[in-house]
C-alpha cells in the first residue's frame, strides 16, 4: 500500500500529518509513504529526514499517482479531489459542516473520507483521538496566551520591590483542553478557579488543585459531551457567573457542545466588570464563541480587558502538535492495513462512525441533512 502526504494548504496551518519517526515505522512495517516536498517545514521536520525514514520526497504533481491513502491534518482543497483514484482513502480532519459540498465531492467522486474528528471516543479508539491530543496541545497554549496578554504576573512573588499577589485564573469548560489550562495556568503559579456542567469535570479539575465553582446544573450529555442547558439553567449559569468573573485576572474559555453553537458564558457586561489589564482567551472562538465580545482571529480591547480568540491553536506548537497527530494516525493505520496490505474491515466501530463518505454514499448523516 501507498500513503500520501501533501503539504498542508490551509492559511497558518503549520502541521503536517506524518513525522519522520512514523514514516520509519511504516515503512519497517512494508508501507509506502511518499510525501510532497516540504511537507514537515513548517514543523520544522526536513526532506531529508523524511527521505532518511524511508519516504520518497516528490512535488505535488507526483504526489497522488498510485496512491491508495492520503494522510492529511486539514481537508485537501476540493479542486484536488478529481486528481485523485476512485477508491482513495483520505484521512484526516474534515470539518463537514464547514464545507458539505466538498463532502459532495468525495462521495460523487468515490473517494473514501475517514474524518478524524467522528472516530467514535471509545477507550480503544483513544490513541487515535486526534480530538483529545490536539485539544492538550490547545489548552497549553491558551493559558501561555493569557498570561502573555495580561497585565499582570501569574505567581506570587516576594521581591524587595514589594509582594506581588498570584493571578486569578477561571477556566471555563473542563474537558480535555480546559483541563491542561488548568495545569498549566497552576505550573506558571496562579490561582485557578475552574466552572463545567458535567460533575466529572469538577473532580479533575479539583485533582488539578482547582477550585471548583459548583452550580445546581448537570448537563451531561451523550458520550461523556454536555447537553445544551435550557433558558432557566442559562440563568442561574449568568447570575453566579457574572459575580466571579468580575474578579478574575484571566478567564479561560473552552466550552463545547457537539453539533452546535459553542454556548455563551461571558456576556458584554461581565467583560465590562473585569478589571483592566486582565484578559479573556476563547478557544471557542472558531465556533462562534464562548464570550460575546469575540471576534475570531482577532485581539479586541473593551475598557482595558483584551478578549482574545485564536484560531487554530494546536498549529502553534507545530512540532509536538505534529507528533502527536502522526501517532494517532499511525495508530488509526492499524485498522486500515495488515502486514503493508490494504484490508479495512468497515464494520469496525472506530471506522464506520469516522466514515464520512464511502461507495458513492454520504455516510454521516448530519452532513446529508446539511445537504438537504
Ligand atoms: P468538548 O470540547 O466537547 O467541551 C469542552 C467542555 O465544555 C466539556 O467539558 C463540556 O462539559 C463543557 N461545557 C459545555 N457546555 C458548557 C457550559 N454551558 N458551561 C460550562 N461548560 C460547558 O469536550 P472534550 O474536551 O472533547 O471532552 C468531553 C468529554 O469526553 C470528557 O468527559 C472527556 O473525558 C471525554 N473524553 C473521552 C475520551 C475517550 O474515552 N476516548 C477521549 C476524550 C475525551
Redesign the pocket.
Known sequence: VQIAVPKETAPGERRVALTPEVVGRLVKEGVGVRLETGAGAAAHFSDEAYWKAGAEVVHREQLFSGAQVVFTVQPLPTPELARLETGTILVGLMYPHRDPERVRTMATGNLTALAMELIP???R??SM?V??SQ?TVAGYVAALIAARESSRFFPMLTTAAGTIRPAKVMV???????LQAIATARRLGANVWA????K??AEQALSLGAKVIELPIS?EGEG???RE?TEEEKKI?HEALAKEVGGMDAVIT?????GRRA?V?ITADMVERMSPGSVVVDLAAESGGNCELTRPGETVEINGVKVVGPLNLPSALSVHASEMYAKNLYNLSKLLIKEGRLEPDWSDEILAGALLTHQGQIAHAPTRALLG
Open positions: 471516543r471509545i477507550t479508539a483513544q483521538d480530538l483529545s485539544a471555563m469548560g473542563v474537558g480535555v483542553a480546559g466552572y463545567d456542567v458535567r466529572a469535570a448537563a461523556g459531551y454536555a442547558l449559569q473552552t466550552a463545547q457542545v457537539p454556548p458564558l
